[in-house]
C-alpha cells in the first residue's frame, strides 16, 4: 500500500525508509475504515487463518490475501467470487512475496540438496505439481508455458490474475536486515492498528529503527 501511494519501502541505498508521507497517508486510510467497521483487522497470531475463516463463511465480502492460498478455498468456498489486482492509490504495486530453497554452505550433503533443488526447478512432477495444487505463482518460464498451468488458468481464471499482476511486483525485501527491519514494521502495525497510537510519531520512531538496522 505504501508503493501504491507512490512511495518506496526501502530508499535506493537500501539506507533508510523511501517514503515520505505515503506511510502515514496508508495508515491514515486503515484507520479510517477501521474505525468505521468497514475494515476487519485480524490478530496477529493466526490472522490467515481467521481471515480465511470469515471469508468462506461469509462474514466478511473481501480479504486481501496471498495467492497462495487459492488451492484450499477450492473445497471451502460455497459461493462465487473473484480475484483482483490489489487497488492502486497513485499507481499499482504488489510485493513479490513467496518463499525460498536454500543451499546452505555448510550443508554436508550438497550433492543431495542440490539435486532436489534441480528437481524442484525442472522436472514436471516437481515444483509444478506443487504450484498446480496450492495457487502459488509459477516461478520459471518452462512452468508458464506448460500445458498444465494453460489449462489451469483456462479453466479457473482466478488462478492467473496474480501472475498478470507481476508487471507491477516491487522485491522489498533486498536488505540483509531485512527480518529485522520487518519485525519492527510488526510493531509498527500492532501499535497503530491495535493499541491506537498515533500515526506519525510511530512511523518516525519505526524510520529511525530501520536506519540503525541498516547500518550494522
Known amino acids: 500500500m505504501i508503493g501504491q501511494a507512490g512511495g518506496k519501502f526501502f530508499n535506493d541505498a537500501t539506507s533508510s ?8 497517508r496508508t495508515f491514515q486510510f486503515l484507520k479510517e475504515q477501521q474505525s468505521t467497521g468497514a475494515l476487519y483487522y485480524p490478530p496477529a497470531q493466526d490472522s490467515g487463518n481467521i481471515v480465511n475463516q470469515m471469508f468462506t463463511s461469509g462474514k466478511v465480502g473481501m480479504m486481501f ?12 468456498v460455497k459461493f462465487d467470487y473473484v ?5 492502486m492509490d497513485k499507481a499499482y ?13 555448510g550443508s554436508k550433503n550438497k550433492d543431495a540438496a542440490w539435486e532436489f533443488i534441480r528437481w524442484t526447478m525442472t522436472d514436471p512432477q516437481g515444483g509444478l505439481q506443487f504450484i498446480l495444487d496450492s495457487g502459488y505463482l509459477p ?4 512452468m508458464v508455458e506448460s500445458q498444465q498451468m494453460k489449462d489451469l488458468w483456462a479453466k479457473q481464471p482466478n ?10 511486483a516491487v522485491d522489498t525485501n533486498k536488505a540483509v536486515a531485512w527480518p529485522q527491519v520487518m519485525q519492527e514494521f510488526f510493531k509498527s502495525i500492532q501499535a497503530i492498528m491495535y493499541d491506537n497510537k ?9 524510520k529511525k529503527e530501520t536506519e540503525r538496522l541498516l547500518k550494522k
Open 65 to 76: 490475501q496471498s495467492t497462495g492460498v487459492i488451492g484450499s478455498l477450492l473445497d471451502n
Open 139 to 142: 516461478f520459471t518460464k518452462k
Open 159 to 168: 488462478r492467473k490474475v496474480a501472475y498478470d499482476q507481476l508487471q507491477y
Open 198 to 206: 498515533p500515526v506519525e510519531p510511530t512511523l518516525e520512531t519505526f
Open 93 to 105: 504495486s504488489t510485493p513479490t512475496g513467496g518463499a525460498n530453497l536454500s543451499l546452505m554452505a
Open 83 to 87: 480475484t483482483a489486482f490489489l487497488p
Open 17 to 24: 525508509v523511501g517514503y515520505t508521507n505515503e506511510a502515514a
